[in-house]
């Protein structure tokens, strides 16, 4: 298990305490929220997934990510932000706790879908090389019937240093100094 401290936010393994809280941020930033029933399942199995909650100072859930393993491939299959503290370097930080978790799994690649019109998550992918791969014709449904291109993006080779470097120094602070403290427990 990974456990991430950066600037007063703290990244941690997500239990089935978060789920409402969960919930709660994916309704604020998905059109369809996964349910709490399919959130609980997820968490069973924690050999083939990871997920993550990030934690404002106050407690709050702040961001969540979430990460699938497929033979020795990794599939992200969620990452959100709660609005108020979007473009904090949160999304930055909780992408990059996955990545050491995939990295750690000795996965050889990685890859998401990314809602077309989604610029901001579609930078901060790029940063970490995700590259694009193809795009899945109205992948996402909203609950008013629109629909939504998703774009396909993958990390075919972890051991880029593009991709190493992004993950390494995800958190970096201005003055150069790491906001990130990893603390390993297995």
């Known amino acids: 298990m990974i456990t991430v401290v950066a600037a007063q936010v703290l990244i941690r393994a997500m239990s089935a305490a978060d789920v409402p809280a969960v919930r709660a941020l994916d309704a604020?930033?998905?059109?369809s929220p996964w349910?709490?029933?399919?959130l609980r399942?997820?968490?069973?199995d924690?050999?083939?997934?990871t997920l993550l909650v990030a934690e404002g100072p106050d407690g709050s859930q702040v961001g969540h990510a979430a990460?699938?393993?497929?033979?020795?491939?990794?599939?992200?299959?969620?990452?959100?932000?709660?609005p108020a503290h979007q473009r904090?370097?949160?999304?930055?930080?909780?992408?990059?706790?996955?990545?050491?978790?995939?990295?750690?799994?000795?996965?050889s690649a990685l890859t998401l879908e990314v809602r077309a019109s989604n610029s901001a998550a579609i930078g901060l992918y790029r940063q970490f090389g995700f590259a694009p791969a193809g795009v899945r014709p109205r992948y996402y449904v909203d609950p008013d019937g629109l629909t939504e291109d998703a774009l396909v993006l993958w990390i075919h080779d972890m051991s880029d240093p593009v991709f190493l470097l992004a993950?390494?120094?995800?958190?970096?602070?201005?003055?150069?100094?790491?906001a990130d403290r990893t603390r390993r427990s297995f």
């Open 88 to 107: 904090s370097g949160i999304g930055s930080r909780i992408l990059a706790a996955l990545c050491r978790d995939a990295l750690a799994r000795g996965l």
């Open 167 to 178: 993950v390494e120094t995800a958190g970096v602070e201005a003055d150069g100094g790491f």
């Open 46 to 49: 924690t050999a083939s997934r």
């Open 35 to 38: 349910s709490e029933e399919f």
């Open 28 to 31: 604020l930033v998905q059109p």
């Open 67 to 82: 990460l699938v393993v497929l033979a020795d491939e990794g599939h992200v299959t969620s990452i959100a932000v709660d």
């Open 41 to 44: 399942e997820q968490l069973v």
